[in-house]
């Protein structure tokens, strides 16, 4: 784990902060980059009791068994990956909270078929909300993200967001939407998500 004080975020660079407004005004679309998230992979099986419990006791969340699905409380989110994959997430934490996490877990999976996986330091959370989020995540992702479909907060989904591997997390039916990429293409998504939402009006705020 990298030191605390050596921590950067992967759009420092961007100085968003000095862009960010308090409000959206009449934006479509608003856009943050959240702190250096907490994600913890999980790999286990889910037909396995004792498995689930232990996650239930560390977690406090129910592990979300349907496929795109993903489970919520007090700021942490488990997320559906695949049928023995989870990533769990907490977009604003303190710097030893995934550390701390991945121990918890470690330690109540101990002899179990499971195996517990530091991820956050790779990871960039960009959240994207507004009336037209939905809008401008279609321009450049195959799923289908109607209502109808994609049926509000509580699902998740891993694709591509332009040329950019992403997990998809919708957060809110406002709506909005957590999209966790690869520092490596944080950057990138970052500026096509910005262009992509001038149409709309797009305003950066603060997380």
């Given at each position: ?185 944080a950057d990138y998504l970052w500026c ?16």
């Amino acid at each position: 784990m990298i030191e605390p004080y050596l921590r950067q975020s992967a759009l420092d660079h961007l100085a968003l902060a000095g862009r960010a407004k308090d409000a959206a005004g009449e934006a479509g679309v608003t856009l943050c980059e959240k702190t250096l998230p907490v994600a913890v992979n999980l790999r286990g099986d889910s037909g396995d009791g004792a498995f689930v419990e232990a996650v239930r006791q560390v977690l406090g969340l129910a592990l979300p068994t349907l496929p795109n699905t993903a489970t919520r409380a007090e700021g942490l989110a488990l997320l559906w990956l695949g049928p023995d994959e989870w990533l769990a997430v907490q977009p604003a934490a303190a710097p030893d909270a995934e550390a701390l996490l991945a121990s918890k877990l470690r330690e109540a999976l101990g002899g179990l078929h499971a195996a517990v996986t530091e991820v956050g330091e790779s990871l960039c959370c960009i959240a994207v909300a507004g009336p037209q989020a939905r809008g401008v995540i279609t321009k450049g992702c195959p799923l289908d993200l109607h209502p109808r479909v994609f049926g509000g907060s509580g699902h998740c989904a891993q694709s591509h967001l332009a040329k950019a591997a992403v997990t998809l997390h919708q957060v809110s039916d406002a709506p909005a939407f957590d999209l966790y990429v690869r520092r490596s293409f944080a950057d990138y998504l970052w500026c096509w998500l910005e262009d992509a939402a001038r149409e709309y009006g797009v305003a950066i705020v603060r997380p």
